[in-house]
């Protein structure tokens, strides 16, 4: 089993950044790919970045590139999502997730999940 708790949501303007942290425990975080994924209302869950275990390989949805940076710190147990130039489509609640493997897209292949942090941009 993987815990995850996630933190740093909160409220910002337009154009502003925050980071949001994923903290884990339980089996080896450094064998897992870590990705975010946000649900806005009303709306599936989607993709926005993952990181393979190493944190030398790294993907985003397209609607972030450039904008979005994943990171991880396994002395840690943490990944983190440094988000700048926040825009208000951007409003969802983020998770956290893991899975053991490679990178991959759809969150049907995440096994561990955490509560969900919500990030509200206003314009």
């Known amino acids: 089993q993987v815990q995850l708790v996630e933190s740093g949501g909160g409220l910002v303007q337009a154009g502003g950044s925050l980071r949001l942290s994923c903290a884990a425990s339980?089996?080896?975080?450094?064998?897992?790919?870590m990705g975010w994924f946000r649900q806005a209302p009303g709306k599936e869950r989607e993709f926005v970045a993952a990181?393979?275990?190493?944190?030398?390989?790294?993907n985003y949805a397209d609607s972030v590139k450039g904008r979005f940076t994943i990171s991880r710190d396994n002395a840690k147990n943490t990944v983190y999502l440094q988000m700048n130039s926040l825009k208000p489509e951007d409003t969802a609640v983020y998770y956290c997730?893991?899975?053991?493997?490679?990178?991959?897209?759809?969150?049907?292949?995440?096994?561990?999940w955490g509560q969900g942090t919500q990030v509200t941009v206003s314009s």
């Open positions: 997730a893991a899975r053991s493997g490679a990178i991959l897209y759809s969150r049907r292949e995440y096994d561990y």
């Open positions: 339980g089996r080896t975080f450094s064998n897992h790919v």
């Open positions: 990181i393979n275990w190493s944190g030398s390989l790294s």
